[in-house]
C-alpha cells in the first residue's frame, strides 16, 4: 500500500464524522480527537477500521501503537511508524 498516513487519517475522521452526523471539518494533527473533534471511543475504534482498509495495517491490534492516543498526530505519527517496515521492504 502506497497510501500517506496523513491523508488516510484525516481522510477516516472526516468519514467519521460524516458518518456520524456531525459536520465535516477541516482536520489538522494538533487537534484532540475527544475535546476538538467530538470523538468517543467507538468513532475512533470506526476510524482505526477505515485505516486498516486504507493503509493495510492495524497497529493497535500488533501492539506496536506506543502511547496514548489523544490527538490526530498520534494517530498519524503511529501509522507512519507501522508502515516504515513496508516501506523499507519496497525500497
Same mark, same amino acid.
Given at each position: ?5 496523513? #491523508? ?6 472526516? #468519514? &467519521? ?17 475527544? @475535546?476538538?473533534? $467530538? ?16 493503509? $493495510? &495495517?492495524?497497529?493497535?491490534? #500488533?501492539?506496536?501503537?506506543? $502511547? ?11 501509522? #507512519? @511508524? @507501522? ?9
Amino acid at each position: 500500500m502506497n497510501a500517506d498516513p496523513a #491523508t488516510a487519517v484525516v481522510s477516516a475522521l472526516r #468519514t &467519521v464524522l460524516i458518518d456520524t452526523g456531525r459536520a465535516d471539518r477541516e482536520i489538522a494533527p494538533p487537534m484532540l480527537l475527544g @475535546a476538538d473533534l $467530538g470523538l468517543d471511543s467507538l468513532d475512533v475504534a470506526q476510524a482505526v477500521v477505515l485505516l486498516e482498509r486504507a493503509l $493495510g &495495517v492495524d497497529p493497535f491490534r #500488533t501492539g506496536s501503537s506506543g $502511547g496514548p492516543v489523544r490527538a490526530v498526530g498520534d494517530l498519524i505519527a503511529i501509522y #507512519t @511508524a @507501522a508502515l516504515e517496515p513496508s516501506v523499507r521492504q519496497d525500497a
